[in-house]
Structure formats: C-alpha cells, structure tokens
C-alpha cells in the first residue's frame, strides 16, 4: 500500500484575510493549493454539515446539509446588489465585518446568528424587489399589450432611479400618490359597479327577504348561502397575512417617518378614521358585487377557501 501524507483540519480553522469571523468553503481552495506545493496528497475536514444552534461538528441534522457558518457573505452573487440597494443590509453587514474579525477563538452562536440574519435580509431583498419588477412587467404587458420583458426593464430603471435619486422622500411621495390613487379606484368601482347591478332603486320596489347573518365565530357559504367553518388552512393562512402585515416595507414607512412621538396620538386618529373609510367602502364594494352577480354583471363564484363538494 502506498504510504500517503495528508493534513486533518476543521475548516472553520481555515480563516483567510478573505475571511468574515472564521474559514468559510472557499478557503479550501487556498489550503489545496499550500497542499499541492507541500507535496500533501490528503485532506480530512471535520463534519461540515449544519448543526444548527450545536457547535459540535458531529451534531448534524440529517434534514439540512452544509452549514451556514462556512459561507462567505461577500462572495455570494447577489451580495453586490444588496449591498448597494438595501440600507439596512448595508448597515448590518458593516457591523458584522467590525465586531468579527479574527481571533484564535469565535463565539459561534453570535457567528451562526449573525450569519443567518445576513442571509435572510439577502434573500428576502432580492425577491421582494424582483417582484415589483414583474408587476410592472405584467401590468404594462396586459394593458397596452408592451413586450413583458421590456416593460420590466423600463419599470426597473424607473423603480431603482427615483428611489436612488430621492431616498426616502421619493417612497414617501410615491406612497401619498398611491393612496390617492387607490382612493379614487374605491369610489369608481363602487359608481360602476351600482351601474352594472342595475342602480340603486333596482328591483322594483319589492325588497327581498333578509337573509339570517352567519354566527361571528363561523365563515360564509356564498353558494348555499349559509354558515360554514373555518378551516385549519383557512385559520393559519389569515394568522400569517395578518401578523406578517407589520413587517411590510411600506407599514415600517410609517415608524420610520415619525418626528416626534407627540404626533402619535394625531397619527393614531388619521390611521383610525382611514380604516373606518376604507373598511366601509370594502363592504359596499362587497354588496355591489352581490347585486352584479345576481344581475348577472359577472359570473357567480362557487369557489374559495369553502368550495361546495
């Protein structure tokens, strides 16, 4: 048997000037070539799997693979995006490169921890930004029938320019511009909804009969026009949509454009009369859409999260 000369190393001792905190994958490359050029022919890593909150490399979980500890931040292909277009990526990598630097030994639950926050602000940028891109693509597609791809690009350089050259002046603005806009849509699709369902004296005086309303604590059956139960989807999906609201960009907007905690109690008052509007015009949109289907203005909808078997 061939006699063989190798090295055995964690990889996390493998740190680089490359190198956030501790060895990452890509100081492998660095250790093959000292390797080639000491006549070394093997090299033994301890378990690189991820361990989760267990600092043991022999505590894999057989549910993931490589751990999140060993990647480095910077050389991901979307780093340089982030990097530029997200404030508080910027801000949180910075903090990361000045409260880890190297040592002989690494607290790794803050490592793993700050990691894995980089990580999650990286991947839920680019998608959440990639997906404005797209609506516009799809919007300007549909409408007035403009190559998708093209109107994605326009919409693109039209997105990252005003919000580039304005700040948060400019998502401000454009948030005001919004609201008005949607203010408008509200009162004429209520107009031609009524319109649609036959006017307001519809019916020929004759009023019919009021249906029971449901229990609160139950949903509606629209096809059959009775109560129904809410199910585990159904309660887990509204959970979600509704916790997950006050992470929103433009919900974080309205913190951020606090001046003075005074103001509070005014802002609380406009937020408050706001949703009485909006929350009441919903409904009004809601009956109309009643009045088009049973005028037959558009197609009943027998569907949704209580479909009829």
Known sequence: MKKRTGVVVPLSALYTKDSAACGDFLALKNLADFCEKAGFSVVQLLPVNDTGTQSSPYSGLSAFALHPLFIRINALPEFEAAL?????????????????TYKRRFDYDAVVNEKNQLLHLLYNYIPYTASGFEACGK??????????MTAMILGAVVIVGYTIMGGFRAVSTTDLIQCIVMSMALMVV???????????????GQRPEPARLPDLIQ???????????????CIVSTMAWGLGYFGMPHILLRFMAIEDEKKLVLSRRIA???????MTVSIVIGMVGLGMTKAGGVEFLS???E???
Do not use: P
């Open 303 to 305: 569907g949704g999260s």
């Open 139 to 148: 919007l300007f597609n549909s409408l007035f029938g403009v190559d998708y």
């Open 272 to 278: 408050s009369v706001w949703v009485v509007i909006a």
């Open 219 to 233: 949903g509606y059956n629209a096809a059959e026009g009775s109560a129904a139960t809410y199910g585990t989807l």
């Open 190 to 204: 209520v107009w031609f909804g009524v319109g649609e369902a036959g006017g307001c004296g519809c019916g020929g």
């Open 307 to 309: 479909r009829r078997r």
């Open 84 to 100: 530029k277009g997200c404030k508080q990526f910027a801000s949180a990598y910075k903090n990361f490169e000045k409260n880890f």
